[in-house]
């Protein structure tokens, strides 16, 4: 069986002649269904860049993207995206924010009811459902967030850098909300972080991105037990990738 995303032989480049500059490639990776790949690299790597060539955002220079069998040549509308800023709008409360998500794809958020409030719950924010913006702390937007992300239920999640902004113990409560997520569903999941341990408890493999043109350098498969909790993350198997990946990172001069 073929895998779900394919990202063939991927250059992005900016500019021409003299001021041409190599954003990122050329990369190849195979992403299987139900994976949860981070995508883990220093600043201005291109890790970015990839995630909107994924989503049909931004177009390749060079090589391409299978995504379940077809090549990406316009906007992904089926998958679910999320970015370092969220998306909520500010006159709309949590619950109609979520509902925007649907009507905008076109589906009745009356058929979702059910689901949008499961959803709200799992995240610890159904008692916050009439709430607007602005009454949430930045958590709990980024929780709103997800929810949006994920109401349609997409088979394949892009979410970059949406934990970037918050504060560590807040990161660490959603980072836990985001696992329970993908393990009740399992879609398949690309995450962009700048954290090395938030990528070792996230995810079922590492792709480790070099600096500037970025280009994967090693693919470390992750094989510890989901959840991933303080147990786990204490252990020394949990320990030892995150050495592993330091000092590769340290090979490159950015630690």
Request: proline share 6%; charged share 25%; hydrophobic share 40%.
């Amino acid at each position: 069986m073929p895998p779900l995303i394919s990202i063939e032989n991927v250059r992005k480049t900016f500019g021409s002649g003299a001021s041409l500059v190599d954003a990122f490639g050329p990369v190849s990776l195979d992403i299987e269904e139900g994976q949860f790949v981070s995508l883990l690299g220093p600043s201005g790597c291109g890790k970015s860049t990839l995630m909107l060539m994924l989503a049909g955002l931004l177009d390749v220079t060079s090589g391409q993207i299978i995504v379940d069998g077809k090549a990406v040549k316009a906007p992904q509308t089926d998958v679910g995206i999320m970015f370092q800023d969220n998306t909520l709008v500010p006159w709309r409360t949590v619950r109609g924010n979520v509902d925007l998500q649907l009507e905008m794809r076109g589906l009745d958020p009356r058929r979702y009811k059910d689901r949008v409030l499961d959803l709200l719950g799992q995240v610890k924010l159904l008692d916050f459902a009439d709430r607007f913006p602005h009454e949430l702390s930045g958590g709990m937007q980024q929780r709103a967030a997800f929810c949006q992300a994920m109401v349609h239920d997409p088979h394949i999640m892009l979410l970059d850098e949406p934990l970037g902004k918050l504060d560590a113990m807040t990161r660490e409560s959603i980072r836990t909300d985001l696992q329970s997520l993908w393990m009740t569903r399992r879609p398949t999941v690309i995450f962009v972080t700048h954290s090395i341990e938030e990528a070792v408890q996230l995810s079922s493999q590492v792709a480790v991105i070099t600096p500037r043109p970025g280009r994967i350098d090693r693919l470390i498969d992750i094989n510890l037990p989901f959840p991933r909790d303080l147990g786990v993350k204490n252990s020394p198997e949990f320990i030892s990738h995150v050495r592993e990946i330091q000092e590769i990172f340290r090979g490159y001069g950015v630690i």
